[in-house]
């Protein structure tokens, strides 16, 4: 079965601090992956996306890597800062032809990083 | 106005209710999802579409059909509302010209009483 696994649940940290989220999935077989932010009771909004061919992308204080086989993506985020506090889901878009895969363009996702920084 | 554009924002229901939830988009992509939100669930799909003429079912269709009536708009139906279908549900779209990342829209709260 594919799936997408995000660790830790949860994490809290003092203002300024670099942290790492991750991300690991059981198919190397990927499309692409993408990092999404949630605020509480929002929408989902995209932070990045990385094709299967590509190591990382960066967009700002954000830096995401794949390493496909492995199976496992990292957001880092410097600086932090208090307005970063949400939820960080990380998706997966697998290949087709996998028995008992998922479909083409179906988004497979983790249970989410609920990430709080304090002042 | 937002790319994806969901209608209601909220809405709250009675059992047994039939009722619809739209969505549109401007960015003119080929491919349209909705999924539902359940806390400890994370998000499931429930129905997606390729194209006006492409309808698929997702995980968790039962209880639920869709509607695309243009490459813009992708409407999702509950014919008969029950309390377990009480979650988050986020339509959002896709194509192949930005490498299938999603854009999601603001989501629809839905109650059922």
């Known amino acids: 079965k594919q799936e997408v696994t995000q660790i830790p649940a949860a994490l809290s940290v003092p203002e300024g601090e670099n942290l790492v989220l991750n991300c690991s999935f059981t198919?190397?077989?990927?499309?692409?992956l993408q990092w999404f932010r949630q605020d509480p009771g929002k929408g989902l909004t995209s932070l990045l996306l990385?094709?299967?061919?590509?190591r990382e992308q960066t967009s700002g204080r954000l830096n995401a890597s794949l390493d496909k086989s492995s199976g496992r993506s990292t957001l880092y985020i410097a600086a932090s800062q208090p307005g970063d506090s949400a939820t960080y889901l990380c998706?997966?878009?697998?290949?087709?032809?996998?028995?008992?895969?998922?479909?083409?363009?179906?988004?497979?996702f983790g249970q989410g990083t609920i990430l709080t920084v304090h002042p | 106005d937002a790319d994806v554009t969901q209608t209601p924002r909220n809405r709250i229901t009675k059992t047994g209710k039939r009722i619809m939830l739209e969505c549109s988009q401007t960015?003119?992509?080929?491919?349209m999802y909705w999924y539902r939100q359940d806390p400890g669930l994370g998000l499931q799909l429930i129905y997606y579409?390729?194209?006006?003429?492409?309808?698929n079912k997702g995980e968790i269709s039962d209880g639920y059909s869709v509607s695309r009536q243009a490459q813009a708009k992708f409407s999702l139906s509950l014919e008969s509302a029950i309390p377990n279908q009480t979650a988050l549900y986020f339509c959002?779209?896709?194509?192949?010209?930005?490498?299938?990342?999603?854009?999601f829209g603001s989501g629809t709260r839905l109650t059922v009483v």
């Open positions: 960015k003119g992509h080929d491919r």
């Open positions: 198919d190397s077989a990927i499309y692409n």
């Open positions: 990385i094709q299967s061919s590509q």
């Open positions: 998706a997966v878009m697998f290949l087709p032809g996998v028995a008992g895969g998922t479909s083409y363009g179906k988004l497979t």
């Open positions: 959002a779209t896709s194509d192949r010209r930005v490498g299938y990342g999603y854009t």
């Open positions: 579409s390729f194209d006006v003429k492409d309808i």
